[in-house]
């Protein structure tokens, strides 16, 4: 990182956020300076350390003691270049790596398009010490970057890859020999991913504790049960819109997952109730579960699931179309710090639900974000049920006929800091004007 690779590509965007060096010169910051004799170098890198990645590039232009104290490798341990993004090139990343070798602890390149294999690759040889990378939306880079990783860092415990798609199996076999310490891992839409890389990180990477694979539609039950087999310590596990996952996959989860804390199904829908039980039985420290979309489930499920998972905080139940009252029940009755619901087009929810869920244990401390919209029997009498809870925060009504502004305004007289969300659909044209039906506009409104 010279003092030519901040004039080439930082120096504009820079002058938005810092002073000037025109003005920074005022506070008389040059090498003769009273500041730079009394205060030694270390104390002087101290305070340097506290600086962000713009501010430190511009100081480097002040002077040229400051230069070396801004640009001393000590300061550039974590750096982000997310605001950079469509700037950075591949020599700014292996300016970066040559300046601070050995100190940088984490990197995000989030958004980077330009960067590619080689970049990376001088990267991976200079920062061994790297623990956190992030390369989502780096679309140019393939297995040879996984393969300098897997190479040189050994201790990376952190690495983001969402939306590289020309990574394949190759970059997980890599990334399982080299990279023992891997403890989250995103690999979001890289749509080559198959279950033979599921098998190759696992067999190495058996410290993994968060894995995501969103979008990974190739990945099917096999690559799972690979997973949960040599990854036992797996608390957070994303499986978003990974259609081929079944109810076998989810079992060897629960199988072996028993810490599991946070899953995500969204969009599987395959799932039925098996997978429920099967949380149940297995994964009793589980605390937040996306299952939207997965229109197969029913209360039976939900009954199993809430029997022993009591520490349920987080549930998505968006488009789990036959769930009735008594799933509600079940949650008012056997999970007590439930605090964020989703139940959107869920609809056969009536008031009956609400009530359950505005009498249950979780309702006056922890229940804070209820949503609602396209429920189409719910009424004002649901809100009344929700006055208690004191600690609500946010509300969604969209689409929620029955719901009116009456009933609104004696909700926020209980609950004065709630924040509703609601449609309210005026009538056009007028009644006095074709007839007596009718017809409605969609009107968002904030209360």
């Known amino acids: 990182m010279n003092h030519h690779s901040h004039n080439g590509h930082f120096t504009n965007h820079y002058s938005n956020h810092v002073k000037t060096k025109s003005e920074l010169s005022q506070v008389s910051v040059d090498e003769d300076a009273l500041l730079n004799k009394k205060l030694p170098k270390e104390l002087l890198l101290r305070i340097f350390s506290y600086l962000d990645v713009v501010t430190l590039c511009r100081c480097a232009q002040v002077a040229k003691y400051w230069n070396i104290l801004a640009l001393d490798g000590s300061n550039w341990q974590r750096v982000d270049l997310f605001d950079f993004q469509t700037d950075v090139e591949g020599p700014v990343v292996e300016n970066i790596s040559r300046r601070c070798g050995g100190f940088l602890k984490s990197l995000s390149l989030k958004g980077c398009q330009c960067i590619t294999d080689g970049a990376l690759k001088t990267f991976s040889r200079q920062c061994q010490n790297i623990e956190t990378l992030n390369l989502d939306s780096c679309k140019k880079i393939t297995d040879s970057t996984c393969h300098s990783l897997g190479q040189h860092c050994k201790k990376l415990s952190h690495l983001d890859i969402t939306s590289c798609a020309n990574i394949t199996n190759a970059s997980l076999k890599a990334l399982g020999e080299g990279c023992k310490h891997l403890d989250h891992l995103n690999i979001s839409w890289c749509v080559q991913i198959t279950d033979e890389g599921l098998q190759w990180l696992s067999k190495g990477c058996t410290k993994l504790r968060s894995f995501t694979c969103k979008g990974c539609q190739q990945i099917n039950d096999q690559g799972i049960k690979y997973l949960a087999e040599n990854c036992t310590e797996l608390r957070t596990l994303n499986l978003h819109c990974c259609f081929n996952i079944g109810d076998d996959g989810i079992h060897h989860v629960s199988d072996h997952c028993h810490n599991l804390q946070s899953l995500c199904l ?31 489930l029913t209360d039976g499920g939900f009954q199993a699931l809430t029997r022993n998972c009591h520490m349920l905080e987080r549930m998505d139940l968006e488009e789990c179309l036959l769930i009735t009252d008594a799933t509600l029940g079940y949650l008012a009755m056997h999970c007590p710090l439930l605090s964020k619901l989703s139940l959107s087009h ?11 869920l505005g009498g249950g244990a979780c309702s006056t401390e922890h229940l804070s974000v209820l949503e609602l919209d396209n429920c189409p029997l719910i009424t004002d009498a649901s809100l009344e049920h929700l006055m208690g809870c004191q600690g609500m925060e946010r509300i969604e009504l969209y689409d929620c006929q029955l719901i009116t502004r009456a009933g609104i305004k004696r909700l926020r007289n209980h609950l004065p800091d709630i924040k509703v969300h609601a449609y309210f659909a005026p009538v056009t044209p007028p009644p006095s004007v074709g007839g007596s039906r009718q017809r409605y506009c969609r009107c968002c409104t904030i209360l």
């Open 266 to 296: 969204s969009g599987c829908s395959h799932i039925t109730d098996a997978s429920l039980v099967a949380l149940g039985q297995g994964c009793h420290e589980l605390r937040t579960l996306e299952v939207s979309g997965c229109s197969q």
């Open 346 to 356: 869920c609809e056969l929810i009536t008031d009956e639900g609400i009530r359950h």
